[in-house]
């Protein structure tokens, strides 16, 4: 049996802030909860103007959403519809880790956000996957106004990690990667907005998936209506990842994998100079990492027998398929390159274009 | 007459193919393993995809030029499992400016090298033009003979002439 308790908001509206002239507003309430028989109830008040919200949970055990019920009380997402299956809708299934971040709606399909009471079904589990009762589920929720499913801007924090922002040929590089990423994003009717600073943080940055208490401090600095993205050396102390999105999707508040992570080293290649095709392949990394913040996945893996959810992004089945029928993809695994010279990636289907004005930090 | 076979010899170089060497079955696998964007693969992973993955990663090293992470991949691999075997081509890559992303590869992996090898390669690239990209590196190594190699050296002392008195008249 699983018993229903309702998430007590301890500071209501700890932050309204407008952004950008299309008055979009982001709303964030914070509030915790405790499990009976392994789940408890989060309630998300929805008012007529807001059309997307996130949860974050922070608990004492692994935290996934079980069940999403809307206010006319059916069900629109059940985690046992999507487990198990070859494809990917949200990390928020699956209980990975104690931080959970969950944004509805996903896709255009999955139903428009309706005024009424949301009901959000979380659940605790242990290693072995246990339903543990008693769980104490810190919740933090966020609500978006912002209707416009065609234009929406991203605020992005970069932050330089030590000794980073101060190497010319970085910055340059970064600059103009940026300015590859807003052409990428422009036909979407989307805008990063950037704005970027220095900082002691360690230049071999941590891995995101694997949380991190330095980017959880870090982020705590930041706004709540917009992304972080840390620009270092290396990663996890390797060259191996050249960017690393903490989750898919990603929060909007702080926790300790609340970001996204850059190698410079890892993309200017063996010589250490970003050449024009390097800093392409840059901006395109950028817009890849946070497309994978925002909710999007893979629209294949590259065992080429997971997909993602978008009905408009084939289900191949084969690398040569694949390369042909998703090739110039943004969220594409891989680049497709030939030894000295990739194509560009730079498209989006409809349906991951309204992934990503879905999430609610686009606004 | 000479003019026109000088004209036709230019059209000969200008048109010219540039051959570029062609990958193994082995060595393109390899690169079709490390051209990914996200999670990199292991480097045993990639030992499973070659007969002779030290001298073919070295061959990734040099001729994969895009993704600009694949050569960088590769030379982590034969950092890490192949340091003796091509002890001399990373002496190479970290006194030579145009593989500047091979010698900060090098330098951020010394602590996790035997320090013989660690010292060997710091010496080169303090001694070398990348010098103070090193020396910032290497300060705080792990192996205390290269911290030693990359600490500032005290200011020599320079004989002062003693100071006299101008006694003005």
Redesign the interface.
């Known amino acids: 049996m699983r018993a229903i308790l309702l998430l007590s908001l301890l500071g209501a509206c700890d932050l309204l802030k407008e952004v950008g002239d299309d008055s979009s507003t982001l709303l964030t309430e914070e509030g915790e909860v405790v499990t009976e028989s392994g789940v408890a109830t989060v309630e998300v008040d929805v008012d007529s103007v807001e059309t997307a919200f996130m949860i974050t949970a922070d608990g004492e055990h692994l935290v996934s959403v079980d069940e999403i019920i809307d206010p006319d009380g059916d069900t629109v997402l059940l985690w046992s519809d999507w487990t198990g299956t070859d494809t990917n809708l949200t990390s928020a299934i699956y209980p990975a880790s104690s931080e959970m971040v969950l944004n509805w709606p996903v896709r255009a399909e999955d139903a428009r956000v309706k005024p009424g009471k949301w009901r959000v079904v979380l659940s605790a589990v242990n290693s072995e996957g246990r339903y543990q009762s008693g769980s104490t589920i810190k919740v933090t929720v966020q609500t978006k106004d912002d209707n416009d499913f065609l234009n929406g801007r991203v605020n992005v924090r970069l932050v330089y990690a030590e000794?980073v922002g101060e190497i010319a040929a970085v910055r340059d590089a970064m600059d103009a990667g940026i300015e590859r990423w807003k052409e990428i994003w422009a036909p979407y009717g989307l805008t990063p907005v950037v704005t970027t600073e220095t900082s002691d943080f360690s230049a071999?940055l941590p891995y995101p998936g694997e949380g991190s208490e330095e980017i959880y401090d870090l982020v705590m600095d930041s706004y709540e209506d917009e992304l972080t993205m840390i620009v270092g050396?290396?990663i996890r102390?390797?060259?191996?990842?050249?960017?690393?999105a903490g989750a898919i999707p990603g929060t909007l508040t702080a926790n300790t994998r609340s970001a996204v992570v850059v190698s410079w080293?890892?993309?200017?290649?063996?010589?250490?100079?970003f050449q024009d095709?390097?800093i392409t392949?840059l901006g395109e990394?950028m817009a890849?990492e946070v497309g994978h913040y925002m909710g999007l996945f893979h629209p294949v893996e590259?065992s080429w027998r997971t997909w993602d959810a978008c009905d408009d992004t084939p289900d191949c089945t084969s690398e040569g398929a694949c390369v042909s029928a998703l090739g110039t993809n943004l969220m594409f695994?891989?680049?497709v390159?030939?030894?000295?010279?990739?194509i560009e990636q730079d498209q989006l289907s409809l349906v991951q274009e309204g992934i990503l004005h879905r999430y609610t930090g686009t606004l | 007459m000479i003019t026109t076979l000088l004209l036709l010899s230019g059209m000969a170089e200008a048109t010219t193919p540039i051959v570029r060497p062609k990958p193994t079955a082995e060595q393109r696998a390899l690169y079709d393993a490390l051209k990914v964007r996200d999670d990199g693969p292991s480097c045993e992973a990639l030992a499973a995809l070659s007969q002779d993955i030290a001298s073919d990663l070295i061959w990734i090293v040099d001729h994969a030029t895009q993704p600009p992470w694949a050569g960088i991949r590769a030379a982590r691999c034969i950092l890490s499992d192949h340091l003796e075997a091509k002890a001399t081509d990373i002496d190479a890559w970290v006194v030579d400016p145009s593989k500047k992303g091979l010698a900060l590869l090098t330098l951020s992996m010394l602590d996790e090298v035997p320090e013989p090898a660690a010292v060997r390669f710091a010496t080169l690239a303090l001694d070398g033009p990348l010098a103070d990209d090193a020396r910032s590196r290497l300060v705080d190594s792990v192996h205390p003979a290269v911290a030693n190699l990359a600490a500032p050296t005290a200011a020599p002392v320079v004989p002062q002439e003693p100071k006299t008195d101008v006694i003005e008249d």
Do not use: K, R
């Not at chain 1, 080293?265 to 100079?273: E, F, I, P």
């Not at chain 1, 390159?337 to 990739?342: I, L, R, W």
């Open positions: 000794g071999n050396e290396t102390g390797s060259t191996d990842y050249l960017g690393v080293l890892a993309s200017a290649g063996t010589d250490g100079v095709t390097d392949i990394t890849h590259q695994p891989t680049p390159c030939e030894f000295d010279g990739c």
